[in-house]
């Protein structure tokens, strides 16, 4: 047992030596590796050099991981020479998943007023060789590189419209006294437009204006019209433009819910479609089409119902609101049939999704079909493929 003790000692010593070695100054946390692009270049991929033993464990923007908009990179485990062995190097490349993630990314870098992402690059947990060195073996085994966006005018008219809906909704509910504060985010979005994106847009010069950054640009097409607020021609996914129009307001109101005594908050929801008339074969409704990654707060995923609506017409002049998982009303079975349904399935996946966002507490949904907007004759219009959303807010608020 002495002898083998005594062996087991001589290999420690080895080992330490070796690390040693390789950790060479170590002590000195090396400063992190910074890279500027514009945010479009996670298109193609943004590519470093780095050595092979390192992976992409995460990716933050702030506090915010969002590793999962990026395409997985690094499956493979370099063998164990190159692991401990050597300082080899690869090219790492680091690519968006699509145009969804991209503006998603977009609108959490302005959620979170920051231009810059960090990757963490990491190799892979020896337990062994941290025993031995403990944070020696950390710094070695680590690093991290800083990637900083490059502002382009869709990055700024991005900033600008976050910042203001949320202000806007802030200032909203944050007024003293017990008054009902109604926000309705369609004249929201067309104040907005008005009075902040088109002076902007009208003092950049020629080559700003046709920026490439305006061909992929989700949000700035949702707001103006180019794609309407989310919807294809008959279809019901909530994209990333309307998304990103409704992340700043949802955010506001998280934010200041918590600064009242008493506080209720109603969210109503009102689908719309154009002319076209749903075709023969009918609309299937399934979630995979919605938008929605997380049904976990709904009981029942996709029990759509409506009033109010009948023969692709409303029965009057007022909006019939249902309460989300509600079994008043028409049921919507397993097809889309007609142009009634079609507002109610749009309004009722808007509302899920603000629900995930806000909670249940204190917190009443309800959606309506609009049924088709006859304010147009063009059938099939786009600006009509819409949904609008109101918040009322009933609060009082606490003494400071």
């Known amino acids: 047992m002495a002898r083998k003790t005594s062996v087991s000692s001589n290999t420690k010593l080895v080992l330490a030596l070796a690390l040693t070695t390789l950790l060479g100054s170590c002590s000195r946390e090396p400063s992190p590796v910074r890279i500027n692009i514009r945010l479009e270049e996670f298109n193609s991929g943004v590519s470093f050099e780095?050595?092979?033993?390192?992976?992409?464990?995460?990716?933050?923007?702030?506090?915010?991981?969002?590793?999962?908009?990026?395409?997985?990179?690094?499956?493979k485990s370099p063998p164990w020479t190159e692991r401990y062995g050597s300082i080899k190097t690869s090219r790492k490349n680091i690519v968006i998943k699509n145009e969804d993630s991209l503006e998603e990314l977009r609108q959490t870098l302005a959620a979170q007023d920051t231009d810059h992402l960090t990757v963490i690059l990491e190799g892979d947990q020896d337990t062994i060789w941290r025993s031995l060195w403990g944070s020696y073996y950390d710094q070695w085994n680590q690093k991290t590189l800083e990637i900083y966006i490059t502002r382009t005018p869709c990055d700024v008219i991005n900033r600008i419209i976050y910042n203001k809906i949320n202000s806007i909704v802030k200032e909203q509910a944050q007024e003293?006294?017990?008054?009902?504060?109604?926000?309705?985010?369609?004249?929201?979005?067309?104040?907005?437009?008005?009075?902040e994106i088109e002076p902007y847009l009208a003092q950049l010069d020629k080559v700003k204006k046709e920026d490439p950054c305006f061909n992929t640009f989700q949000l700035y097409k949702s707001l103006t019209g180019e794609e309407i607020r989310g919807f294809g021609s008959g279809k019901y996914r909530l994209g990333e433009g309307l998304k990103g129009l409704l992340d700043p307001a949802i955010d506001a109101l998280v934010d200041t819910s918590t600064n009242w005594t008493r506080y209720s908050l109603s969210v109503r929801v009102v689908g719309y479609t154009d002319l076209?008339?749903?075709?023969?074969?009918?609309?299937?409704?399934?979630?995979?089409?919605?938008?929605?990654?997380?049904?976990?707060?709904?009981?029942?995923?996709?029990?759509?119902?409506?009033?109010?609506?009948?023969?692709?017409?409303?029965?009057?002049?007022?909006?019939?609101?249902?309460?989300l998982?509600?079994?008043?009303?028409?049921?919507?079975?397993q097809k889309i049939s007609n142009n009634c349904e079609l507002g109610a399935v749009r309004a009722y996946v808007t509302a899920v999704y603000i629900l995930n966002k806000l909670g249940r507490d204190n917190v009443e949904y309800v959606y309506a079909t609009g049924g088709p907007d006859f304010s147009s004759n063009k059938r099939e219009d786009q600006n009509k493929r819409k949904i609008n959303v109101e918040f009322i807010i009933r609060a009082a608020r606490t003494d400071q």
């Open 276 to 323: 076209v008339q749903v075709r023969t074969e009918k609309i299937e409704l399934r979630r995979e089409e919605t938008g929605i990654d997380d049904w976990s707060k709904i009981e029942k995923p996709l029990d759509v119902h409506y009033l109010g609506c009948s023969n692709d017409h409303l029965d009057g002049k007022n909006f019939a609101f249902i309460r």
């Open 176 to 195: 003293q006294g017990e008054t009902d504060k109604h926000i309705d985010l369609d004249q929201l979005f067309t104040l907005l437009l008005r009075d």
């Open 325 to 333: 998982s509600s079994s008043e009303g028409k049921s919507i079975e």
């Open 50 to 75: 780095e050595q092979m033993r390192l992976k992409v464990k995460n990716i933050f923007v702030g506090e915010i991981s969002v590793k999962r908009l990026f395409k997985d990179t690094d499956d």
